[in-house]
């Protein structure tokens, strides 16, 4: 099938499909085109000679030499559309496709060039959706480094005490959300991962799923730790989530952490080619309500289970499918996703536990290997 034309104009350090389009890290924005079937990368001269060695797949142009020769000031905010435009008429291409996230104010300037920007409907890569096995294997690497984090924080509860107070402290100081998370993240970068915002969320913090978790740790009560860093080497994400108490676990903490983990296994021996991920979903729903785990608003706050049970993860934390209530995705070999049901109750307080899992051929494989304890 003829590959469309496209264009892609951002920085590959934080645009997932300019990193896919030429794997290589670049933190200024520069142009991508493929152009009937030849990728086309047009770079300054402070990273052509570099793009050259690593993107070997594309024709690497210097900027500096294109607007030179059309006689431009590459101050102006205009010389990237003009140059784009130079090309694309040479060719006698007048539209082309990009990315919903195109910059509007190039759109403006290719349309003063004569050059109609056509958004796509869907992602511009639709491959990226199903990994391959290079990608597969980036992913496991950054679970590794993601796991190492978690040993670390792992060790740290074990190795703390209990004061008078039920506050943890760690050589010789209160053990905080915030020094803990200094520790993960640390391990994780000497580990080769990047990581920002993990999760640290002790006691009733947790029942804000994104809450990053502050001050003191207290013990026999839960406490959320997500992890999700980027290798710095490839890109790819890792994410896992554990929940662990420091001391003893009260009954009410047990059978929340019982029913996510039954929640969680269940979802996850689901996961195979041809299931509609929304009925996934509908089961961990059907469980928690089973055990008598109701989610809806309960003295001003909502709680129980209101989020998805899971996403697609790659070069992007959250990607394609998704899987939750409103999603029409069925799963599909190659498709890497979490599984990460949780509960959330402000008297009690929250429990998630998040694997990474590969559909296979004919099922499926659990990449994530670090073991689930609730006590330490």
């Known amino acids: 099938m003829k590959k469309e034309n496209i264009l892609i104009f951002a920085d590959s350090e934080r645009d997932a499909d300019m990193f896919y389009a030429v794997n290589t890290f670049v933190p200024d924005p520069f142009i991508y085109m493929r152009i009937l079937g030849v990728n086309?990368?047009?770079?300054?001269?402070?990273?052509?000679?570099?793009?050259?060695?690593?993107?070997q797949h594309c024709v690497?142009?210097?900027?500096?030499?294109?607007?030179?020769?059309?006689?431009?000031?590459?101050?102006?905010?205009?010389?990237?559309?003009?140059?784009?435009?130079?090309i694309l008429r040479s060719r006698e291409i007048y539209k082309i496709k990009v990315p919903s996230s195109f910059p509007v104010g190039m759109s403006f300037w290719l349309a003063r060039y004569g050059v109609k920007v056509e958004p796509a409907q869907g992602p511009i890569f639709p491959e990226r959706e199903f990994k391959t096995q290079r990608e597969i294997q980036y992913i496991q690497?950054?679970?590794?480094?993601?796991?190492?984090?978690?040993?670390a924080a792992q060790k740290v509860l074990r190795s703390s005490s209990i004061d008078k107070n039920n506050i943890l402290r760690y050589q010789g100081g209160i053990l905080t959300a915030e020094k803990l998370r200094s520790i993960i993240e640390t391990t994780m970068l000497a580990a080769g991962g990047l990581a920002t915002h993990t999760i640290v969320a002790p006691g009733v913090q947790a029942c804000d799923p994104h809450e990053e978790g502050y001050g003191p740790i207290k013990a026999h009560e839960p406490i959320i730790i997500d992890i999700f860093p980027r290798s710095k080497h490839s890109g790819y994400f890792g994410d896992i989530t554990r929940t662990f108490i420091k001391g003893r676990a009260a009954e009410p903490a047990k059978k929340l952490y019982e029913t996510v983990a039954l929640a969680q296994t269940t979802a996850i021996n689901?996961?195979?080619?041809?299931?509609?991920?929304?009925?996934?979903?509908?089961a961990v729903e059907k469980i928690f309500?089973?055990?008598?785990?109701?989610?809806?608003?309960m003295n001003g706050y909502i709680q129980g289970f209101?989020?998805?049970?899971?996403?697609a993860l790659g070069l992007e934390i959250h990607e394609e499918p998704r899987i939750n209530k409103t999603t029409d995705a069925v799963l599909k070999p190659g498709h890497?996703?979490?599984?990460?049901p949780g509960l959330y109750y402000r008297d009690i307080g929250g429990v998630r536990l998040e694997d990474v899992v590969l559909v296979t051929d004919h099922g499926h494989e659990n990449l994530t290997r670090f073991p689930k304890v609730f006590e330490v």
Do not use: C, W
């Open 40 to 55: 086309l990368v047009i770079v300054n001269n402070l990273e052509v000679d570099r793009l050259r060695r690593t993107a």
């Open 289 to 297: 309500e089973q055990n008598g785990f109701k989610t809806g608003k």
């Open 336 to 340: 890497v996703i979490t599984i990460e």
């Open 141 to 151: 690497e950054s679970l590794s480094i993601a796991e190492a984090g978690m040993a």
């Open 60 to 86: 690497v142009l210097s900027l500096n030499d294109l607007v030179s020769r059309l006689g431009l000031n590459i101050s102006k905010p205009e010389t990237y559309a003009a140059v784009i435009s130079s």
């Open 270 to 282: 689901m996961v195979k080619p041809g299931v509609r991920a929304k009925l996934i979903h509908e």
């Open 306 to 311: 209101f989020h998805g049970t899971g996403h």
